[in-house]
């Protein structure tokens, strides 16, 4: 028999508390209780030996655990992630180990929590608050892996749900999980994830900077409800591969404001995060969506659309100077309101042109598409048409990455006196009205109703007004273009 309080110092490990029974030289049951750095650990249970072999398969053992606030810092030993700042976070656990003799396995369960994690998020350090897991996990030490089963986890208010998983150790470890998430808030998690990012320091003053990632993993990942920037996001259904510091996403589909979502794409940390990504957009609710950005309705109907883009870059400066894509959309069954209204000057000309029909129904549209060109962190707006009742356009513009705007809008009146006019509207988002209509052509119309007078000086004035205020703004695209900046083809 063995009862005694001693006190060894050793790397910071001090045992103050040991207490051991001996049955027989292959049985010892045991009690301590020691402190570890700052922390404490306690430990009581049997221990079985095979003192012919010492061996892991030839012990065995049933044990239960307790950590109090175990310092991570000495994990960096081990394994080490720069963002992550392991030195200012503690462990918490209540364990049970079993391990049987003449056995490979050894059987943890039981709770871990980490009351906050430090992470660097850009220039500022976060924390997650709390970490708790509740596992049932199996380590083969001949395949050198850990089974966890039937596995529940909250990460602060980011997610929480359940999962199992596989991971393998091995020269790069490999993890195969199915997750299952209550929630996700993703802002959070995107920046809390790449706190387990390792950039090559040596490239980091390049352009071309790396990123290697030290895992290689399969998710199979489904969420009830996730959030980003406001959009609610419902039944996540996703595939995500990651080998060599490329990730794959061979299929990834959602719910949002009553459409869907379905998304392709690939991400190559090592090659300064080259990105491409298909997306496909079906029946989105838009008067719904834009909700989720702007206190004001803008545009309602249902949205269908196609998009590829590709960017690279490890800072948002770089990831927007790179940014390529195309696109088109096309909304059925809608309806402009406020700002994005571009019919409005239309209703001014009330006085030189007959309409008769309603704000609420000149504004209503069946069908309204545009093809976009995204390069030089500009968005070319090509091939914009519109059919609403008793009317149509088209039209062509450009918006930048600071919201600075520059369409023209060629409206056509069906079914009015005036029904070969094209009404030419200008956007400009320098000027207080946004919406105008072209100058030049209402300075036509009005000379024509007064040199012909009635319908007829309408008309003419309108013609002749189209026609000269087209060659203004094609030899002013022709003079901007020759004397300005060229830009890079859309081919």
């Known amino acids: ?124 350090i976060s924390f997650v608050q709390p970490i708790n897991l509740n596992t049932r996990a199996i380590y083969n030490h001949k395949n050198a892996s850990i089974q966890l089963e039937n596995s529940n986890y909250v990460i602060g208010n980011i997610s929480s749900g359940s999962f199992d998983a596989n991971l393998k150790f091995s020269n790069v470890p490999y993890l195969s999980s199915n997750i299952r998430a209550n929630y996700i808030h993703l802002e959070p998690v995107l920046h809390f994830a790449s706190s387990f990012s390792r950039v090559n320091k040596k490239e980091s003053k390049k352009e071309n900077r790396t990123i290697r990632i030290p895992i290689n993993f399969d998710i199979q990942l489904y969420s009830g409800n996730m959030e980003y920037k406001h959009n ?71 949205l269908q659309a196609v998009f590829r883009i590709r960017t690279e870059g490890l800072s948002k400066k770089d990831i927007k100077k790179n940014l390529f894509g195309t696109g088109e959309l096309n909304v059925k069954d809608g309806q402009l ?81 005036g029904k070969a006019i094209k009404v030419p509207i200008i956007y400009n988002s320098e000027k207080t009205i946004a919406f105008i209509v072209d100058p030049i052509w209402l300075t036509s119309v009005y000379a024509g109703t007064l040199i012909l007078a009635g319908p007829a000086g309408t008309v003419v004035g309108g013609l002749v007004g189209s026609a000269v205020s087209e060659d203004v703004d094609t030899g002013w695209s022709f003079f901007k273009g020759f004397f300005g900046k060229k830009k890079k083809s859309n081919k």
Do not use: W
Request: charged share 25%.
């Open 1 to 124: 028999n063995l009862d005694k309080l001693t006190e060894h110092v050793q790397d910071n490990v001090y045992v103050y508390h040991l207490k051991g029974n001996m049955p027989s030289f292959s049985e010892i049951d045991v009690e301590t209780k020691l402190k570890y750095y700052s922390s404490q650990v306690e430990a009581k249970g049997s221990i079985d030996l095979d003192l012919n072999k010492l061996d892991f398969n030839n012990i065995g053992f049933k044990m239960k655990l307790k950590l109090d606030e175990v310092a991570l810092g000495q994990s960096e030993k081990y394994v080490r992630f720069p963002n992550l700042l392991l030195k200012q976070s503690k462990l918490n656990a209540n364990l049970y180990v079993d391990k049987n003799t003449k056995s490979d396995l050894l059987l943890v369960k039981g709770t871990t929590s980490i009351p906050k994690l430090y992470y660097k998020a850009g220039n500022r």
């Open 232 to 302: 609610a996001i419902y039944h996540l259904n996703s595939k995500l591969s990651l080998q060599n510091s490329f990730l794959s996403i061979p299929s990834c589909s959602f719910r949002v404001s009553d459409g869907e979502v379905y998304l392709l794409g690939k991400v190559d940390f090592i090659k300064n995060m080259q990105s491409q990504f298909d997306i496909n957009l079906e029946n989105i609710n838009l008067e719904k969506f834009i909700r989720n950005f702007h206190d004001k309705d803008l545009v309602s109907g249902k």
């Open 337 to 417: 309101f406020d700002k994005a209204n571009f019919l409005k000057p239309i209703y001014a000309l009330d006085k030189i042109i007959s309409i008769k029909k309603e704000n609420e129904t000149l504004s209503s549209f069946q069908n309204m598409k545009t093809t976009l060109y995204i390069q030089n962190e500009t968005i070319q707006i090509r091939d914009f048409e519109y059919k609403g009742l008793g009317l149509q356009a088209k039209g062509k513009g450009d918006v930048d990455f600071s919201s600075n705007a520059s369409l023209r809008i060629t409206v056509g009146l069906e079914g009015l006196v």
